[in-house]
């Protein structure tokens, strides 16, 4: 069983965890970067992040 290093939360499903996803664009290259992060839901306390692949031309859209 894994449970949240913060508040000792269980993390069993995938409900348990939230994925926060960000687009982040470089000037300099002209290419974007989706940014993401695991958090708890019960804490928020982030448990991981990583780099999702870049797009060239900075194709990364506006929301």
Known sequence: MVHCPECEATLAEASD???VETDAETGIIAASKRFYAVECVECGTTL???????????????V
């Not at 991981?48 to 506006?62: C, E, I, L, Q, R």
């Open 17 to 19: 965890v939230e994925f």
């Open 48 to 62: 991981g992040s990583g780099v999702a692949g870049a797009k060239a031309g900075g194709g990364g859209g506006a």
